[in-house]
């Protein structure tokens, strides 16, 4: 008589079988955790390059920034130059002065979009990943932005006030002369 343990024949063939399927599925989940382990390496790499990118656009934009407003500067000596040289009529260091003013305000619009530039790629960075790191780093960019667009909008303003001052110059002696 067969004891109530006792697996009869056919029930162990069917026994490895099950235990065959169990160490198959054992494999299986440790392929997976492997796979989830690789995934989560990945994300954060991916996400570590992320913030770095954010950070370096929001100092691209700073620099950006800074560059316009150095530009400004630029643009302001160069109209008081203008303007003492108009004085002092000696229209050619006005002229000079005037194309300086005129040079400092394009490279000051190139500041304002390169900053535009690099709030867009921080922008992006937030759109992919929205971490605080991230949305500091674009709110800076924007911020750098706009100061480089206002440096940008004077320093033209005074390469313009440059040119008239010359063009005044030269209608008043123009109007000397005839």
Do not use: W
């Not at 991916?46 to 913030?51: D, E, F, G, N, Y």
């Not at 002092?88 to 490279?107: F, G, L, P």
């Not at 500091?136 to 320093?155: F, G, H, N, Q, V």
């Amino acid at each position: 008589m067969a004891n109530e343990n006792s697996i009869p024949v056919e029930s162990a063939s069917e026994l490895e079988l099950v235990n065959k399927k169990i160490d198959a599925l054992g494999l299986e989940i440790e392929s997976l955790r492997d796979g989830y382990t690789e995934l989560d390496k990945r994300y954060f790499g991916a996400i570590s390059t992320l913030k770095t990118l954010t950070d370096h656009a929001a100092q691209a934009a700073d620099c950006a920034a800074r560059s316009a407003e150095m530009s400004l500067s630029a643009s302001k000596h160069a109209l008081e130059a203008v303007e003492k040289a108009v004085l002092r009529e000696v229209i050619d260091m006005a002229q000079i002065a005037s194309t300086a003013a005129q040079r400092s305000a394009e490279s000051s619009l190139e500041a304002a979009a390169a900053a535009a530039a690099a709030a867009a790629a921080a922008a992006l960075a937030v759109a992919q990943h929205a971490e605080d790191a991230s949305v500091l780093a674009s709110a800076r960019a924007a911020e750098a932005t706009k100061s480089a667009s206002e440096s940008a909008a004077r320093a033209v303003q005074l390469s313009y006030e440059a040119a008239r001052l010359i063009r005044k110059h030269h209608d008043a002696e123009g109007k000397a002369k005839g």
